[in-house]
C-alpha cells in the first residue's frame, strides 16, 4: 500500500511540473489518503502483532 501512496504522490509531482493543476491535486489527495491507510494498518498490526510467550 506504501507504494501505492509513492506512485501517486510521483504522479502529482510530475502532473504539477507539467501545469496541471487539477490532476496534481487529485493524485496528491489520493496519494495522502492511502498513506494514511497505510499508517493505520501499520499501527493496529504492532499493537495486535504476534507476541513472543513468556520464558
Do not use: D, E, N, Y
Not at 511540473?17 to 489527495?29: D, K, P, R, S
Amino acid at each position: 500500500m506504501l507504494s501505492w501512496a509513492l506512485t501517486f504522490l510521483i504522479i502529482a509531482l510530475v502532473a504539477a511540473v507539467l501545469g496541471f493543476g487539477g490532476i496534481a491535486g487529485q493524485a496528491t489527495w489520493v496519494a495522502h489518503v492511502l498513506f494514511v491507510v497505510f499508517l493505520v494498518l501499520f499501527l493496529v498490526s504492532a499493537i495486535t502483532g504476534r507476541r513472543m510467550p513468556p520464558a
